[in-house]
Structure formats: structure tokens, C-alpha cells
């Protein structure tokens, strides 16, 4: 497993391996008056070659110091735009070069830009992030030969800055990568007891857990996730989660709803096979509220949150839920079920309409809830919907915090009565092909208290790639995991 430390420059051992950024046209590698002018002769020498400073273009400079053996050299783009997105990313490609060098340690110089602190913890991530596999189920995984990477500090003052940003980052990064491993693994081994199982484990580090089981779901009238249970031979789950600092007064009290269906299959209104074979990814907002909750008790900040997981199977068995079904769910409204497919939103009713019976300054939910997302805003941007301004304008500004991308589509209520049936209160669908991202949005809405401040985040797009990102290799990306950990601790602009 990889750790990210810090040390001091001074103490270089011989023989080191030093990653330092290099933005386009700049003579000097950032961080270069450590290393005298030697590094501004390797950059030269790496120039010569075809090194550019491009955006995640990386290089290698022999640069023969007795403490330095190499420089890597990251790309990092147009200098007026480098952000700390960018350090992120650097450290990402950066690490993965030393792994296929088969180096087992670096040495890495932080750009400082605004805040050493953040700096520091975007490396980390980077790093961490970047080197994430899953190797779970390999007989014979190829060892990552990359233990350490260790941020170089100039001083004391430096150091202490920079020790708080790999704290955080560490924790940061474990959240987006255990939210990986969950999505990663095979959708019966991930199933909604195991799902439930892991909670408990992860309650361990501070927050409280009550698990509601199908009895209880029944009592409380759950028909949401209920209906889409039906066809499942598992049994679903519904979590509510409570994080509160153990010390000092609370700022504000936020709920987020994360859906967990483990598989769709779409149910009897069954999807083709080619669209099926990611869909062990629909838990995925289940697994961020969760792994959230536990970033949450490490770090204590100033806020009340509480986390709300509907978990279940959509399947096709015997019994289960028929396309024109009526479901009767958490507050006694009624769903006509004309596709089995559209069963997040028949989940996140529930648990929407429960999250706005407690006492809660905003709810936000975070959903892979529609195929249109892809079509709508692409594989490296995520929905962003709801009923206030203010709300959305600062999951805005914590996403663009953390590096990642959100955009807003309108629930226009000229779009309702698409939603009208003719049997219930409510209908799954609209028409298909048009607007499917906000028509989800707009169901979710009608199960939201007028009054209760509410986001929805789709990330039905974003959750996966087939291809990998610049932070992850092909499978579950973690996306929004830092947007909403960065919201939820209060360090946005
Ligand atoms: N889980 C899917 C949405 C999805 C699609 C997630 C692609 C990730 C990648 C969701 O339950 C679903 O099937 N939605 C339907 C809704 C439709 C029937 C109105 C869809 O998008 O086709
Ligand atoms: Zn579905
Ligand atoms: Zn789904």
C-alpha cells in the first residue's frame, strides 16, 4: 500500500528520485532553487527531447547529484490556468511513471500556488488516487513496486502546512477509493447485506448507524423500495446514518441520500445485456454517503449529517413488481410503475420523503439515476439539480474546489405534467427521449417538502469509465465523493 509522508529537504538521502512540476515555456522546473541549477539544466536536456510542460506529460532527467539520481519532470500546462486540480493530476501521472520505473520511493516538490496546505493535500490525493487498483480478485496481481511518496518541505513552517494537507488528503482519498473498491467489486459478492455489513464496520469510526430491515420497511409503509425489492431473493435495507462532532456547536444540519441498488437488471422491464454489464455501479451513491460518513467522524467538522441508504436488488423474479403497478410509499403518495428500470427515484422517494421528516436544514441526494445524463453533459460532468439557488451555487463552488465538474439543468415546471397518470398520484416515467435527467430530477422533486432546501446530483455518467481518467484506471471512479466531502467540511469559496 502506498503512503504519502513528508520531509524535509534538508535530509534528502543519496541517490534520491525527485518529482518536480514544470508549467509550459518556464525556463525553471517550480520548486527548482532547492536544487541550484542543476534542475534548470535537466529541464534543458528534457526540452531537448521533447518535453514540453504539457498537462500530464511526464519525463525523465538523469540529473547526477549525489542526493538527486533523477529529476521526473510533470507537465503542467499553461501557466495563468494551473490550479489545484493540475497538482493533482501531476502527481497522479508522476506516480504511475515511478510505478512502471519500478521505483519503490519519491521524492515530490509541491508547487505552493495560494495555500501549501492545499497544495499538499491535492498531491496526496493525486498520488493515492492515482495509484489505486483492484486487484481483489486476480490470482496473481502484479505488486505495486511505488511504497513511499514523501512531499519535500523547505522548513519547519512549511512542514507543519504541509502534514495538515496530507492528513486530509489521506482521508480524502480513502473515501474515493473504498467507494472504488465497492463499486469494483462483483455485484454478488456487493450485495445489500454485505452493503448493510460494511456500514456497521464503517459506524466503528464514529457515527451512529440504525439499520431498518424488510419488517421495519413494511411497518413504514417503504413502497418505493419495497416494489423494487419484489423481484429480488435478497433482501433489502434501508440505512439511516448520524454523524454530529463530539465537540463544539453544530453549524447546520445537512441530510444526503445516496441509492443503493446493488444491480438493475431493470427488472421485468429488462435492460439489454451490452447496457447491463456496469451496472453493479447503481449503488454507487450509497457507497459515498456511507464512506462520507466515515471521512466525516475522522475529521470532526462543525456540522450535523445524516446519510440515508436505500439498498436492494432490482431483479426480475417471480414475484416481481409489474409495469402499471401502484406503490404506496413512505408518505402515502402513489407511484404508477410503467417501467421497472426507472427504480432509483422509486427508492429515493422513500427515502427522500424520510430524510424531510427530520429536522434538517438541507437534503441533497447523489443518484446514478438516468442513461440521459450520459447524453446530456458526457462521461466527466455530473448533473446538478433542484429547488434552491444558493444551495446548488455552493455544491458549485465545492466542486470546482475539488477538481471535479457539475452543471445545472432546469426542473422547469412546464415539464410536470409529463409526469401525470391517469391511475396515481404519480407516474415512473415520461416520454422517452425527451428530457430524462430532469424528468428524474422533477419525480425526485415531488417527493422533496417545498420548504426543505434540496440538491440532486446524477451521476449516472460520471460514476464510471470504461477508458479511466486522469485519476483513476477503467472501472469506478469515485466521482463527487471530494465535491461532497469538501461541501460538507466547509472549505469552499
Ligand atoms: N441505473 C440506471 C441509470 C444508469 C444508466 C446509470 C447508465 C448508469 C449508466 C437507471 O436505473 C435507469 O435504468 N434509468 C432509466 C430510466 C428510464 C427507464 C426512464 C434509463 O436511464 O434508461
Ligand atoms: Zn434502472
Ligand atoms: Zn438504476
Known amino acids: 500500500m502506498l503512503d504519502v509522508l513528508s520531509s524535509a529537504h534538508s535530509s534528502l538521502p543519496a541517490g534520491s528520485n525527485v518529482v518536480l512540476f514544470v508549467a509550459e515555456k518556464s525556463k525553471d522546473p517550480i520548486g527548482s532553487f532547492l536544487f541550484g541549477s542543476v534542475a534548470r539544466k535537466a529541464l534543458e536536456q ?39 486540480d493540475f497538482i493533482r493530476r ?57 511504497q513511499t511518496v514523501s512531499l ?19 482521508v480524502f482519498a ?38 431498518y430491515k424488510k419488517t421495519e420497511l413494511k411497518k413504514m ?52 445485456a451490452k447496457s447491463m454489464e456496469t451496472m453493479k455501479d447503481d449503488m454507487t451513491g450509497a457507497a459515498t454517503v456511507i464512506n462520507l460518513m466515515k471521512a466525516l467522524a475522522i475529521l470532526q467538522p462543525a456540522v450535523e449529517v445524516h446519510g440515508f441508504t436505500p439498498i436492494t436488488e432490482n431483479m426480475p423474479g417471480g414475484d416481481a413488481v409489474k409495469p402499471g403497478d401502484v406503490l404506496r410509499t413512505f408518505r402515502g403518495k402513489t407511484i404508477e410503475v410503467l417501467n421497472t428500470d426507472a427504480e432509483g427515484r422509486l427508492v429515493l422517494s422513500d427515502a427522500l420523503s424520510f430524510a424531510c421528516r427530520q429536522k434538517l436544514d438541507e437534503v441533497i ?19 446538478l439539480m433542484g429547488n434552491n439557488a444558493d444551495l446548488q451555487s455552493r455544491l458549485s463552488g465545492a466542486a470546482s474546489q475539488a477538481g471535479e465538474k457539475l452543471w445545472p439543468l432546469p426542473l422547469d415546471k412546464e415539464y410536470e405534467p409529463m409526469l401525470k397518470s391517469h391511475v396515481a398520484d404519480i407516474k415512473n416515467i415520461g416520454v422517452t427521449g425527451v428530457a430524462g435527467t430532469i424528468i428524474g430530477g422533477l419525480f425526485l422533486k415531488s417527493f422533496v417538502d417545498e420548504t426543505m432546501p434540496w440538491a440532486h446530483l446524477d451521476i449516472a455518467s460520471t460514476a464510471w469509465s470504461d477508458e479511466g481518467t486522469a485519476l483513476s484506471p477503467p472501472g469506478a471512479t469515485g466521482f463527487m465523493v471530494r465535491t461532497l466531502l469538501t461541501y460538507l467540511t466547509g472549505r469552499y469559496s
Open 152 to 170: 519535500l518541505t523547505k522548513d519547519a513552517s512549511e512542514a507543519a502546512l504541509v502534514k495538515s494537507g496530507v492528513a486530509r488528503g489521506r
Open 221 to 272: 409503509s417503504m413502497g418505493g423500495i419495497l416494489g423494487v425489492n419484489r423481484g429480488s431473493a435478497k433482501d433489502p435495507f434501508f440505512l439511516h446514518m448520524l454523524y454530529r462532532p463530539k465537540r463544539g456547536p453544530v453549524r447546520r444540519r445537512i441530510g444526503i441520500c445516496g441509492k443503493g441498488i446493488t444491480f438493475d437488471s431493470g427488472g421485468l422491464s429488462l435492460k439489454p
Open 174 to 211: 480513502e473515501a474515493v477509493n473504498t467507494v472504488r473498491d465497492w463499486v469494483n467489486c462483483p455485484p454478488s459478492d456487493m450485495d445489500p447485506a454485505t452493503m448493510t455489513a460494511l456500514a456497521q464496520k464503517a459506524s466503528r469510526s464514529g457515527f451512529k448507524l440504525r439499520v
Open 90 to 146: 501531476g502527481t497522479a501521472a508522476a506516480v504511475r511513471r515511478a510505478n512502471a520505473l519500478k521505483l519503490s520511493k519519491v521524492f515530490v516538490r509541491v508547487p505552493v500556488l495560494s495555500d501549501m496546505s492545499q497544495s499538499s493535500q491535492a498531491a496526496t490525493e493525486g498520488a493515492l488516487l492515482g495509484a489505486y487498483r483492484y486487484t481483489e480478485f486476480q490470482s496473481k496481481p502484479v505488486p505495486s513496486a511505488l
Open 46 to 84: 528534457a526540452r531537448g527531447v521533447g518535453f514540453e510542460g504539457k498537462l500530464d506529460q511526464v519525463t525523465l532527467v538523469h540529473a547526477g547529484l549525489r542526493t538527486v539520481s533523477r529529476f521526473i519532470f510533470v507537465g503542467l500546462g499553461n501557466e495563468k490556468e494551473i490550479s489545484f
Open 365 to 383: 441526494d447523489i443518484a446514478t439515476l438516468t442513461g440521459a445524463c450520459v447524453v446530456a453533459l458526457g462521461t466527466k460532468i455530473a448533473g
